[in-house]
Nanobody
Framework: QVQLVESGGGLVQAGGSLRLSCAAS????????MGWFRQAPGKERECVAA????????YYADSVAGRFTISRDNAKNTVYLQMNSLKPEDTAVYYC?????????????????????WGQGTQVTVSS
């Protein structure tokens, strides 16, 4: 069992930055692939970034590539999402998720149903 707790959301002006953190419980965190998803009102949940258990392999949605960076610190059981050059369209609730299959397969790890565990979400609001 893994519990995930996101933090770091908030209100920021367009062009600003935020860093989201996702703290995980459990000793098996280092074996999990991790993903960051977001969901805006009236829209489907979408994967913005994912990272393999080792951190060597990553995936970014086209909409955030070059602006967002996913990373992890397995010693701290934490995965991060550094978000730069934020835009109003980045406004959403952001969720982290864990998949017990640690290797990253992009076609699979873009899908919410792939993941076994989810955090409660943190709101990110970008004002224009």
């Amino acid at each position: 069992q893994v519990q995930l707790v996101e933090s770091g959301g908030g209100l920021v002006q367009a062009g600003g930055s935020l860093r989201l953190s996702c703290a995980a419980s459990g000793r098996t965190f280092s074996k999990y692939a991790m993903g960051w998803f977001r969901q805006a009102p009236g829209k489907e949940r979408e994967c913005v970034a994912a990272i393999s258990w080792s951190g060597r392999n990553t995936y970014y949605a086209d909409s955030v590539a070059g602006r967002f960076t996913i990373s992890r610190d397995n010693a701290k059981n934490t995965v991060y999402l550094q978000m730069n050059s934020l835009k109003p369209e980045d406004t959403a609730v952001y969720y982290c998720a864990a998949d017990s299959v640690g290797a990253l397969t992009i076609s699979i790890h873009q899908r919410p149903e792939t993941y076994d565990y989810w955090g409660q979400g943190t709101q990110v609001t970008v004002s224009s």
